[in-house]
Structures are given as structure tokens and as C-alpha cells.
């Protein structure tokens, strides 16, 4: 069973920035995909960025290109979500996934992705 924990959330100010992040407990972790998605209050979940297990360029949702990036470190087993400029429609819960296999198709597909963080609250206020 892997279990993600995400940290870094909370309460700042519009322009403000965070920066998440999400702990696996697998060690395997460098052989998988990562990504994160968030939700609203009465929204659907929505893709932000995803990552291939290699690294390399990440994958952006239009609506945060430029202003989030994502990295990971295979040695620490730990994904990072930087995100600047915040804004207060960016308020949501953050959740990290992870998903088997070594193809990046569908990233921004929820149901792409196996295994689930329980997510981290991100609130920015005007």
C-alpha cells in the first residue's frame, strides 16, 4: 500500500506563495508518475500539473502555467508544488496522485492515477 501525505497548505493573501509537497512512502517512488490535482467547493476535481517518474518537463493546466512548478526529488521521495502569484480562485484542496506505469498519456485524467494523497487545504483570500 502506498500512502502520500501532502503538507504546505494553508491561509495566505493574494500575490502570496506556497510551496507543497507530497511525501510517498513507496520506494519505488522514482518509477512513477506524480501529479496533482485540486477541488473547489462544489466543483469537480481538476488536473494542475503531473510529472513523468524520469523527471523532465512537467505538464501544466493552462490556468497555472507560468504560475506554478513542479519538480520532484526521487531521492527524498517527495514531489514539490511551487506556487506563486497566488489568487483567490486558486483556493481548493490540493490533492497529490501517483500513477503506475511508465506512459505519460491521460495525465490530467483523475482516473489515470492509483493512489491518492488525502489532501492539503489551500486558501487564498483577496
Known amino acids: 500500500q502506498v500512502q502520500l501525505i501532502e503538507s504546505g497548505g494553508g491561509l495566505v493573501q493574494a500575490g502570496d506563495s506556497l510551496r507543497l509537497s507530497c511525501a510517498a512512502s513507496?520506494?519505488?517512488?522514482?518509477?512513477?508518475?506524480m501529479g496533482w490535482f485540486r477541488q473547489a467547493p462544489g466543483k469537480e476535481r481538476e488536473f494542475v500539473a503531473a510529472i513523468a517518474w524520469s523527471g523532465g518537463t512537467p505538464y501544466y493546466a493552462d490556468s497555472v502555467k507560468g504560475q506554478f512548478t513542479l519538480s520532484r526529488d526521487n531521492a527524498k521521495n517527495t514531489v514539490y508544488l511551487q506556487m506563486n502569484s497566488l489568487k483567490p480562485e486558486d483556493t481548493a484542496i490540493y490533492y497529490c496522485?501517483?500513477?503506475?506505469?511508465?506512459?505519460?498519456?491521460?495525465?490530467?485524467?483523475?482516473?489515470?492515477?492509483?493512489?491518492w494523497g488525502q489532501g492539503t487545504q489551500v486558501t487564498v483570500s483577496s
Open positions: 496522485a501517483m500513477r503506475t506505469g511508465y506512459s505519460m498519456s491521460y495525465y490530467f485524467q483523475a482516473n489515470s492515477y492509483t493512489y
Open positions: 513507496r520506494r519505488t517512488f522514482s518509477s512513477y508518475a
